[in-house]
């Protein structure tokens, strides 16, 4: 019960479009719901989270939307840019630890 | 400048060697951890740390040894009971007393077994 399943594992998107990448977990203790971005041979930095007591959250073009009956949560990417080119892992825990998704490397074509 | 460093970069060892991967943080923070990643399988914790001179083993700690003396210092050692360590191995950090449970992540050492 200590998985989190992300897919995609790959994503091609056109420069502009909306990229969205999902997660499913299964502890329903957990109470924190972090997506994370790495660029190759750098370590991941946070980019959005969430908790359980919303259904969504935004920070300018990244969207979390959070599914407490489903355990799922997904990262929605507007305006989807080249830079954005990464690859992303949710992840899910409670204080202290996180169990991180497979990820999703995202391409975006120019 | 705050921040989590991790050395060397980059490292080569020989089978049967043991190496240690260092890890500092001058974020002031209590918690620290480190993570395995290898392609397509996400981040596997290895050990992670909670206070000074206590730490726990996470889901992948056969082979591996950590120390916590220093709550600035968290050093990872590989040891040749590691069936497969070549991987890049990160180091992340975690204030328990803000009530935040973001982990910042350092850059990362590549840790090839030749």
């Known amino acids: 019960q200590q998985q989190v399943k992300q897919s995609p594992q790959s994503l091609i998107v056109q420069k502009g479009g909306i990229s969205i990448i999902n997660c499913a977990y299964e502890?329903?203790?957990?109470?924190?719901f972090p997506w994370y971005q790495q660029f190759p041979g750098k370590g991941p930095a946070l980019l959005i989270a969430?908790?359980?007591?919303?259904s969504e959250k935004k920070e300018g073009r990244f969207t979390i939307s959070f599914n407490k009956s489903a355990k799922q949560f997904s990262l929605h990417i507007m305006d989807s840019q080249p830079g954005d080119s990464a690859t992303y892992f949710c992840?899910?825990?409670?204080?202290?630890?996180?169990?991180f998704g497979q990820g999703t490397t995202l391409q975006v074509k120019p | 400048d705050g921040g989590i460093t991790q050395s060397p970069k980059y490292l080569f060892r020989k089978e049967g060697q043991n190496v240690t991967l260092s890890c500092e943080q001058n974020?002031?923070?209590?918690?620290m951890y480190w993570y395995r990643q290898d392609p397509g399988q996400g981040l596997r914790l290895i050990y992670y740390?909670?206070?000074?001179?206590?730490?726990q083993k996470g889901d992948i700690a056969e082979g591996y040894s950590v120390s916590r003396e220093k709550k600035e210092s968290f050093p990872l050692t590989v040891t040749s009971a590691q069936k497969n360590p070549t991987a890049f191995y990160l180091c992340?950090?975690?204030?328990?007393?803000?009530?935040?449970?973001?982990?910042?992540f350092g850059p990362g050492t590549r840790l090839t077994v030749l």
């Open positions: 502890n329903t203790a957990f109470d924190y």
């Open positions: 992340a950090s975690r204030s328990e007393g803000s009530g935040r449970n973001e982990q910042f």
């Open positions: 740390s909670q206070i000074v001179n206590d730490f």
């Open positions: 974020l002031n923070h209590d918690a």
């Open positions: 992840a899910a825990g409670d204080t202290g630890k996180l169990i």
């Open positions: 969430i908790r359980p007591d919303v």
